[in-house]
């Protein structure tokens, strides 16, 4: 009597479906149970798992929990509720209880375990809140850098009961909570082709082709199917077709980079789409001034890809905010922005200003790949900045064991471009001829050649290496399968030879 007065109030819960693992146990026998789990539960993680394993529910899982003094879990069968506690009073708490306060409650575990302990302590969890349960898994799992989700979380029985309830009625899941999943599960490098992957994807697509995907819907699942899928998924045109459709007032700014990223992965299509993307470009104008650092870093990035060369002002508009952002920008941020200005050939003293200040207080911390860019960006622009030359200077000299070949030439090549010497020139080149003496074998040729080159441009003829550049395996390898060196080698060697005779006078030519 006392389930079926259960089951009674459960159908009365107005505001939240009790769906999920522990409540359908209710309608499956126990062995049912565990043959869904072998058969359906184990290909989910077949790709993430550690060692072979099989995963399986313990029948604790499948007893009915119930709260006790806040915190203590009775299963159904032991005496757990006084005569004053009873389902209306959990009823109320479930009403009571705002979405809102149960994300922020679940924003602040860090660490998967605490996520599904806090978990365990619900009755009843909506199909939505699942959904977000997962996705928080996921995040912590992330920020600790593991690629893959721990053997114990897999293993556990809540951890499999939130994927139990989210493959068992897919239908029932909202587009917020469906899409969520979907996402989380592909954080975790999911078996594309498990049953629980797709489900979701087959209901999402079911969705898109009803048309009840909202934008930002339709921009996670675009996203979300090129990962899983490729940007070859045939779905992904109709999801772009729908975005078309779509007013660009009702987009989100983050909306709006998410449709830059997806059209970005279909770059080779970018003819098709031209229309759309200079509709796009121009309301974009619109919004820069809401934009994330890492939003506009995208944007530059997409607009690269997408060879948007029609779309200056854009990119200028960018930059006038890249400027109030360059404190923030990640390194790889950082170095994406740089890259998309080189590419569009843009130059803005406030942005030289700016960086000037960001190289010479963070140089040291920067990554080489980011200085290299900066370097480059330099040379290019014959932007001779000495703020930033000089911060190069000092990087090189304390961090060069740290640098490949390639980046010690990129950081000094642009010395020799701009004709400038560093005031710690001398400690410079003793330190890169260390480096060349130490490593000398491991500089591709014309890598080597230029880096040279450049010290000659800037009084410091590299005489101690004349003899390794001008022997016939150097210049055989420098040659490589032509039939003769090009023009700009010949030129550069020419040019070497006669700076080390002209202006240095001990130097012996060998007969």
């Known amino acids: 009597m006392a389930l079926i007065t259960l089951r009674r109030n459960f159908c009365h819960l107005s505001d939240f479906r009790i769906r999920g693992a522990l409540a359908a146990l209710r309608n499956h026998p126990i062995n049912h149970v565990h043959k869904v789990s072998k058969e359906q539960l184990h290909p989910w993680f077949c790709s993430v798992q550690y060692e072979p394993f099989r995963i399986h529910f313990h029948h604790a899982c499948y007893k009915k929990f119930h709260l006790q003094n806040g915190n203590e879990l009775h299963p159904v069968g032991e005496p757990a509720f006084s005569q004053g506690q009873d389902w209306n009073k959990f009823e109320q708490n479930l009403k009571n209880e705002d979405e809102q306060i149960f994300y922020r409650k679940l924003n602040e575990f860090t660490s998967s375990e605490e996520v599904l302990s806090f978990i365990k302590t619900l009755e009843t969890l909506p199909d939505a809140m699942a959904a977000g349960a997962l996705q928080r898994i996921c995040e912590v799992e992330k920020k600790g850098g593991d690629q893959r989700l721990p053997k114990e979380i897999l293993e556990s029985s809540v951890f499999q009961a939130l994927c139990f309830q989210l493959e068992r009625e897919p239908s029932q899941l909202s587009n917020s909570g469906l899409l969520t999943a979907l996402q989380a599960l592909i954080w975790l490098h999911v078996d594309t082709q498990s049953s629980l992957v797709l489900n979701l994807v087959a209901e999402c697509q079911n969705r898109l082709k009803r048309g009840g995907l909202e934008v930002h819907d339709l921009c996670v699942l675009g996203e979300s199917l090129i990962r899983l899928q490729g940007p070859g998924c045939v779905t992904l045109e109709l999801i772009i077709y729908q975005l078309q459709g779509a007013k660009l007032e009702v987009f989100t700014p983050e909306d709006i980079v998410a449709l ?37 870093s995208q944007m530059l990035t997409a607009l690269v890809v997408l060879d948007q060369a029609q779309a200056l002002p854009l990119v200028i508009k960018l930059g006038k905010y890249v400027v109030r952002h360059i404190p923030h920008f990640t390194n790889e941020e950082l170095r994406k922005v740089i890259e998309a200005f080189i590419y569009f050939g843009h130059n803005d003293r406030f942005f030289i200003k700016a960086l000037e200040r960001h190289v010479a207080a963070f140089c040291l911390t920067l ?21 930033i030359l000089n911060a190069v200077a000092e990087t090189f000299v ?39 003496f130490t490593h000398f074998n491991y500089f591709p040729p014309k890598t080597l050649l230029r880096l040279l080159h450049s010290c000659s441009l800037i009084a410091h003829p590299p005489v101690n290496f004349m003899g390794k550049i001008f022997s016939p395996f150097f210049l055989q390898k420098l040659q490589g399968e032509e039939s003769h060196l090009d023009r700009l080698s010949m030129a550069q060697l020419t040019q070497l030879f006669l700076t080390s005779v002209l202006e240095c006078p001990f130097y012996k030519v060998k007969a």
């Open 260 to 296: 830059y990223r997806i059209l970005q992965a279909c770059a080779e299509k970018v003819d098709q789409h031209q229309t759309f993307l200079n509709t796009i470009n121009n309301f974009s104008l619109s919004i820069v001034s809401y934009l994330s650092p890492k939003s506009i």
């Open 398 to 436: 304390s961090q060069s064991e740290k640098l490949s070949p390639s980046q010690i030439s990129e950081l000094i090549e642009p010395f020799g471009k701009l004709n400038y010497l560093p005031p710690n020139a001398p400690a410079l080149f003793r330190k890169l001829e260390h480096v060349l």
């Open 367 to 387: 990554d080489a790949d980011v200085v290299s860019k900066i370097m480059e960006y330099c040379s290019r622009k014959l932007i001779l900045s000495e703020p």
